[in-house]
């Protein structure tokens, strides 16, 4: 167990729709990561956060948004979907950047 | 920017072989990590190297980091079958990973 969660675990919804993923960090961690993973690809770093505060923006479309609360969790609002943002999408944590992630076990979205 | 090339993007191997995925980076790196991904898993952080020429081992898994800080590679003796997976490298503070390799063993 990483310590990290993520939730909901599965989702399906249809193109056009929107969706919020939502990550709590491991106790502890200030920093938070997203990535998206298409099947049998690599990960794509979406955006990280650390202390409340964008800190590095990746491969991040427009229709995407996230944000970390006060409390350290963070959500990954993504719009307009699209048949291609069917991925994996993982939250990662660390205590501050440039230190080991502890993934969660991700949220898998389906669009029909 | 910065990019992280990760090679083989495959390879299958008997078990009892070794396996060797190198990183290599076009700009000159602080640190690299190596993550492992099972299949139908998460990443799951292995190492982190960060002096020039570093080399460090987790039992059949031996880990470098380039004098030049712009490679690393990740060499595991005797593969076994549960070593099977993608192996990630990822440099840096805005954590670009590589695109992975990803090793299938042969009992």
């Known amino acids: 167990d990483s310590g990290v969660t993520q939730t909901p675990k599965h989702l399906i919804t249809a193109t056009g729709q929107r969706v919020t993923l939502r990550c709590s960090p491991r106790s502890g961690d200030l920093s938070v990561y997203w990535y998206q993973q298409s099947l049998d690809q690599g990960l794509q770093f979406l955006i990280q956060?650390?202390?409340?505060?964008?800190?590095a923006k990746g491969n991040i479309l427009e229709r995407f948004s996230a944000q970390q609360f006060p409390d350290l969790h963070s959500e990954l609002n993504l719009s307009s979907l699209e048949l291609g943002d069917s991925a994996l999408y993982f939250c990662a944590s660390s205590d501050f950047g440039n230190q080991p992630q502890h993934f969660g076990d991700g949220t898998r979205l389906s669009i029909l | 920017g910065q990019q992280v090339m990760q090679i083989p993007q495959y390879q299958h191997v008997q078990e009892g072989e070794d396996f060797t995925t190198y990183c290599n980076s076009s700009t000159t790196l602080s640190n690299i990590q190596w993550y492992k991904q099972r299949p139908g898993g998460h990443p799951v952080f292995l190492i982190q190297l960060v002096k020039s020429g570093e080399v460090k081992k987790q039992k059949r898994l031996t880990f470098q980091f380039g004098e030049a800080k712009k490679n690393s590679s990740l060499h595991i003796t005797a593969t076994q079958t549960t070593d099977v997976g993608t192996y990630f490298c990822a440099g840096d503070n805005d954590m670009r990973f590589g695109a992975g390799t990803r090793l299938t063993v042969k009992p």
């Open positions: 956060y650390y202390n409340g505060e964008e800190r």
